[in-house]
């Protein structure tokens, strides 16, 4: 049979999204619906970018379903000291039964995964953040039913939390409509691909015109401090903030997949409003990844 991996959302059907999305939900709602389904399976974590929510909610998802989870940091393993990432796929993989890698380049993501045995989540990368995705989908699932024919304003930068956004909007069925500063833009190609249904919209207030779901993130990611002075500059104007909001859909739903930074991306009025669903997001970042793992790993 084979290997099935989590690099991007496109790696998974919409309908094989849809259970897994179901499947978070209901072992979020009772949790004597999670029982041992991962007893004696090891999950391995590989993280070259620090993490909060991504570590604490793999951990305890695997500790929850009866699993044990392994943390490895760059001066753990061998790949800090120059193995290569083919050689250490080939060899860590005949020992754990899933593996979550959260590193910059999407590119060694991919590699790794062709010289693996065992699935190989994307626990974040330079180009996609799908976990976060099925957090963010399960939500608004949860507040608002099926995202399906709404309109979704992503507000800010073009980057892998953006990217990600772009292949939900295919695989969940909703329209994008994406609030940059020129020269800020997602990849190209992820965009024509996705032309019917994802568009630029420069203006803000344009972008939340009647949209369901209003989301965005930090200005500046992990590897992009050098640029913090710049980019607070040109997203000065993309501040997501009760006016902002007011242009939305009456009963829109502000995400932000966290750490936030109150007053730059996202004023403090908005974040703790009562149509902010942050901390459901949080939270589900454990349900989304406990459905993901029984999923990748059913025998």
Request: with cysteine; proline share 4%; charged share 25%.
């Amino acid at each position: 049979m084979t290997t099935r991996h989590f690099l991007t959302l496109l790696d998974l059907e919409p309908t094989e999204l849809h259970q897994i999305i179901h499947r978070a939900i209901a072992l979020k709602k009772s949790p004597n619906l999670r029982g041992e389904s991962l007893k004696n399976k090891t999950l391995a974590m590989f993280f070259e970018k620090s993490s909060t929510r991504t570590r604490v909610s793999f951990e305890v998802a695997m500790n929850q379903l009866g699993g044990s989870a392994l943390f490895l940091s760059p001066s753990d393993t061998q790949l800090g000291r120059g193995e290569s990432i083919e050689d250490s796929a080939k060899v860590i993989s005949r020992m754990v039964d899933v593996i979550t890698i959260r590193t910059f380049e999407h590119e060694k993501l991919q590699r790794f995964a062709e010289h693996s045995r065992v699935p190989v989540i994307n626990a974040l990368t330079d180009g996609y953040h799908p976990c976060q995705l099925l957090a963010d989908m399960q939500t608004f699932f949860e507040h608002r039913g099926d995202i399906a024919g709404k309109t979704v304003a992503w507000i800010g930068d073009g980057y892998n939390m953006c990217q990600s956004y772009i292949n939900a909007a295919k695989q969940f069925d909703f329209t994008l409509n994406i609030a940059c500063p020129e020269g800020f833009d997602p990849d190209a190609q992820l965009l024509a691909e996705n032309a019917d249904r994802v568009h630029i919209v420069r203006d803000p207030v344009a972008a939340v015109k009647d949209a369901s779901l209003v989301t965005t993130d930090v200005w500046a990611s992990m590897g992009q401090e050098e640029e913090q002075r710049i980019r607070r500059e040109k997203f000065q104007p993309y501040q997501v903030t009760r006016q902002l909001m007011a242009e939305a859909a009456p009963d829109a739903l502000f995400m932000h997949c966290l750490p936030a930074h109150r007053g730059e991306e996202v004023s403090a009025e908005v974040l703790d409003a009562p149509d902010s669903v942050v901390w459901d997001e949080a939270e589900n970042r454990l349900h989304a990844q406990m459905a993901l793992l029984e999923f990748l790993c059913a025998d």
